[in-house]
């Protein structure tokens, strides 16, 4: 037994014998390293993530919520399907903590009412609108404030055709920002490559439901969406009639009346 | 009493290739430079001179020697701008600040001269002393020659014959002080082939000799300066004062065109801006870079003689790598209508305070400061009007109900705190300490109770009950197309949930809306926000039925 494991170094005189039968097992390699984890397992990081406030979506996200110091990439259909109601809380939590939010680009105009209304203060939040003018000004803004590292959350919304390496720099920029930084995509971006680390697909799937899938992680793959309840815009009863009329489209025409219409056109309806 | 003589060997060179303004010519430094006075050489750099160039060689011989030196005119009046901004780096640390003229009366002083012993102790000796000195001059770039010894006689020449020497009592001076060749001295200069022809080549020479005689023969001033120097004689000295206001000028050796070009030499002119701030522990608030083109080039008579760029801080800075950023996109977005020749930096707003203190960790007002001069940096190269906060206004149509404001209003000196609807410094709960931080909150959080010019944007109060309104608002309504009376969206129908709400609200301003609102959820599952126009029949056909308004984000 000795000759055989020579590498072994004798510490102590005494329970040398023991101590080699019973060899310690070997250590996980996750307990070595903060940052290291293995394929079957989520990822960590030794940064704390911040909680998206959905539960079912922090259990599947490496460290529990967005991370921070890398991109989080959100790919939508179009703008509108509910992607501030799916941040909104986090966001929150970071102007709660004295921190700024800057949105890069924003797709349309903002309501600053509709922002209040989810929480978000709008004095703490600065709208960068490069669109009119020409160039790539966007991301260069959107890439000096990631290495600012004095933002708390960077919003951006990426124009259509956006070179891998852009992306790859702006990720090499995150590293520098104290704070999670969304990219928004439209959906084609899902043929290609992303250097972000984390990478949404984006669904609505009716009245104030998301479905998210999760098309990129530190971590297994993940087979089935997640199903989120936001922040309700309808009421109960409204939603009750949304989720009818979805799952029910005979009744359609019976949920509408034209009050515009001439009365004969109505008594036809 | 202690002296610091800084002597500056190759200034007029310096300051000649700081006028070239191509950033080429900053980083290649071996370019062979040469300064005439008529038609003769009077100083070249040590390219120049490893190519046959030297001092006192006519025009035309340095130029068949080197055919592509780069010939500059000697001015004493660009020498003598070019040594203030090392005066003012050294009356950061003493008053009593020199500049002594120059041996050669036609030539511009070279050395500065600091009366240090009562400084030592607060900047912590004489090692530290000179280490911070040199570092406060080094950005602009001189070759610098460091004497220290008692007397300012002393120091200057010890400064140019044996640089680096550090004398600290009168014996040991004199010892060194032998050795000094007897050019050096400035009354002595017109003898200086009689001194040599009788064989006297250094001060030691000249001590040995009857003072009687020596006076007799060379004039008074001759010993009074040997005196002075040796410490046996007093040397009254009137200390420099700072100007009240910064105007520095710099004359471009060639046109120029380019932003890049420019920026460089508005790099040199801000390196002095930042030593005269130092000096008086002051920050900048607003400067003015006027660009003088050159008349002849102007396209018409109507373009500008010059072109002022005025740079506004929102946060007082000091920093040189803020504010060279800040210029550096500024000029990048400027069309200049002619090439420059003349740089000038003016100085405009200052504002004394303290230095503030050095941070070992980040804090929140590092935090504060960071993001002032990101918006800033943004705003310099975008404009201001594309960095936007909102504001909500009382007003239902949805189109009236938000404006867009630039965020830095930095035009309003008087508001000491920012004035750009950011967040005003909070402690970071993110601190490595949680006591600390929780510590900071309480202390901010005092201060932002206790200071009234804290303005901050009115807060939308939370609507409760109130109708909900849609993240995302297209800029114009999109007109709907309709399929039985029903409106669709990409070819969809869309299912009206929750309406309607109506809005009737401008008839005082021309704008009058009258629309009845819905929630309707597309064919995807996303809700939007439609609203159909109660117009009467007699409206134009487009501004008629459907319309989609904006979109539940």
């Not at chain 1, 809380?89 to 903002?110: E, I, K, T």
């Not at chain 1, 600053?112 to 709208?127: E, R, S």
Request: hydrophobic fraction near 45%; include cysteine.
């Amino acid at each position: 037994m000795d000759a055989l494991s020579p590498a072994v170094p004798r510490l102590s005189r005494g329970p040398v014998r023991s101590s080699i039968r019973a060899r310690p097992p070997r250590p996980a390699p996750e307990s070595l390293h903060p940052t290291l984890w293995l394929g079957h397992q989520l990822g960590r990081t030794r940064e704390q993530a911040l909680p998206s406030g959905f539960a079912a979506l922090d259990r599947e996200l490496p460290g529990g919520g967005w991370p921070r110091r890398a991109l989080s990439e959100l790919l939508l259909p179009h703008a509108g399907v509910g992607e501030i109601r799916l941040l909104a809380a986090s966001l929150v939590a970071l102007q709660r903590a004295g921190r700024l939010v800057m949105l890069f680009d924003p797709p349309a105009a903002l309501s600053a009412w509709a922002l209040g209304g989810l929480g978000i203060a709008v004095d703490q939040l600065l709208v960068v609108d490069t669109r009119s003018r020409p160039g790539h000004d966007g991301l260069w803004a959107f890439e000096q404030a990631l290495k600012s590292g004095q933002v708390g959350a960077a919003l951006a919304w990426l124009p259509s055709r956006v070179p891998h390496e852009r992306v790859r720099r702006l990720q090499l920029a995150a590293q520098h920002h104290d704070g999670p930084a969304f990219v928004l995509r439209e959906r084609a971006a899902v043929e290609r490559p992303t250097a972000a680390p984390l990478r949404l697909a984006l669904k609505p799937r009716g009245a104030d439901l998301l479905e998210i899938r999760l098309l990129k992680r530190r971590g297994p793959p993940l087979e089935h969406g997640l199903l989120l309840e936001l922040p309700p815009v309808l009421t109960a009863s409204a939603r009750q009639r949304a989720i009818a009329v979805r799952h029910a489209p005979a009744l359609q025409p019976a949920t509408f009346v034209d009050l515009g219409a001439p009365l004969d056109e109505r008594l036809a309806a | 009493m202690l002296w610091i003589a800084l002597h500056l060997p190759l200034l007029s060179l310096e300051s000649f290739a700081a006028t070239l303004a191509s950033p080429a010519a900053a980083a290649d430094a071996e370019r062979a430079l040469a300064l005439v006075d008529a038609h003769r050489i009077v100083a070249a750099n040590a390219t120049a001179q490893a190519l046959g160039v030297k001092a006192g060689l006519k025009r035309a011989t340095a130029l068949a020697l080197a055919p592509q030196l780069v010939l500059g005119r000697a001015d004493r009046a660009r020498d003598l701008r070019a040594l203030e901004p090392v005066a003012h780096a050294a009356l950061a640390y003493t008053p009593m600040v020199v500049v002594p003229p120059a041996e050669d009366p036609e030539a511009a002083p070279h050395t500065v001269l600091l009366e240090v012993a009562a400084s030592l102790r607060c900047f912590g000796g004489r090692a530290k002393l000179l280490q911070r000195l040199q570092a406060a001059v080094a950005p602009l770039g001189h070759r610098l020659h460091v004497a220290l010894a008692p007397t300012a006689q002393g120091a200057a020449l010890l400064a140019r014959a044996q640089p680096r020497m550090q004398c600290l009592d009168l014996p040991a001076l004199a010892v060194a002080l032998d050795a000094v060749p007897v050019w050096l001295l400035g009354p002595g200069r017109e003898h200086w082939d009689a001194l040599q022809g009788m064989g006297l080549r250094n001060l030691a020479d000249l001590r040995s000799l009857p003072r009687a005689g020596l006076a007799r023969r060379f004039g008074d001033a001759l010993l009074l300066e040997l005196d002075r120097a040796f410490g046996t004689e007093p040397d009254p000295r009137e200390p420099i004062g700072l100007p009240p206001a910064f105007e520095s000028r710099l004359e471009l050796f060639a046109r120029v065109d380019s932003a890049e070009q420019l920026l460089h030499g508005a790099g040199v002119l801000l390196d002095r801006l930042v030593l005269w701030l130092a000096a008086q522990h002051a920050v900048l608030r607003r400067c003015t870079l006027e660009m003088q083109h050159e008349t002849r080039w102007r396209r018409s008579s109507d373009t500008p003689r010059a072109t002022c760029l005025e740079l506004a801080l929102a946060e007082p800075s000091r920093d040189r790598a803020h504010l060279l950023a800040l210029l550096r996109e500024r000029l990048g977005r400027l069309a200049l209508p002619a090439p420059t020749l003349d740089l000038v930096l003016r100085a405009d707003d200052i504002v004394r305070r303290a230095a503030p203190n050095a941070e070992l960790f980040p804090t929140a007002q590092g935090g504060h400061e960071g993001l002032v001069q990101l918006v800033e940096r943004l705003q310099a190269r975008l404009g201001p009007e594309h960095v936007q906060r909102l504001e909500p206004v009382e007003d239902h149509r949805p189109e009236h109900a938000c404006r867009t404001a630039s965020a830095a209003p930095v035009d309003a000196p008087s508001e000491r705190t920012t004035t750009l609807g950011l967040p005003a410094a909070k402690g970071k709960p993110a601190a490595p300490k949680p006591r600390r931080s929780k510590k900071a909150v309480a202390a901010t959080a005092a201060s932002a109770a206790m200071d009234p010019q804290k303005r901050r944007a009115p807060e939308p109060p939370p609507r409760r009950g109130a109708a909900p309104r849609p993240v995302w608002l297209l800029p114009e309504p999109q007109p709907l197309p309709e399929r039985r009376s029903r409106p669709l969206l990409d070819g969809e129908p869309l299912h009206l949930v929750s309406g309607p709400e109506r809005i009737e609200a401008g008839w005082w301003d021309a704008a009058l809306a009258e629309r009845d609102y819905f929630i309707a959820q597309a064919a995807d599952g996303a809700l939007v926000w439609i609203y159909r126009a109660r117009l009467p029949l007699s409206a134009p056909e487009d501004a008629q039925g459907w319309f989609l308004q904006g979109r539940f984000g």
